[in-house]
């Protein structure tokens, strides 16, 4: 869920530096451009990240038989993530 409100945030932002560019000069639109890019990509990160949990999710919670394994290093910094199916 954050990952997919940070890309909406992104997208937001997007859309108001492109607004913003209106009337501006040609060497700002280039400037406005880049940053628009910039955020759409950074966007796109965020909503490719929380489809990819989403179906991850998914598919642990709906799929009959699947178990999903999430352990913690001893150290604490580290996260393994595991899943087991049925064949």
Known sequence: MVSAAAGVALS???LQEYLSGAGASQTDVSR???RV???N???LVCYSIAA???LTWGWTKLWPG???NVDGATDGRSLMVGFR???
């Open 52 to 54: 990819v949990a989403g």
């Open 12 to 14: 937001g932002l997007a």
């Open 66 to 68: 699947v178990e999903l």
């Open 85 to 87: 199916a049925p064949l």
């Open 37 to 39: 890019h910039n955020l």
């Open 32 to 34: 406005i451009n880049q």
């Open 41 to 43: 990509v950074a966007s």
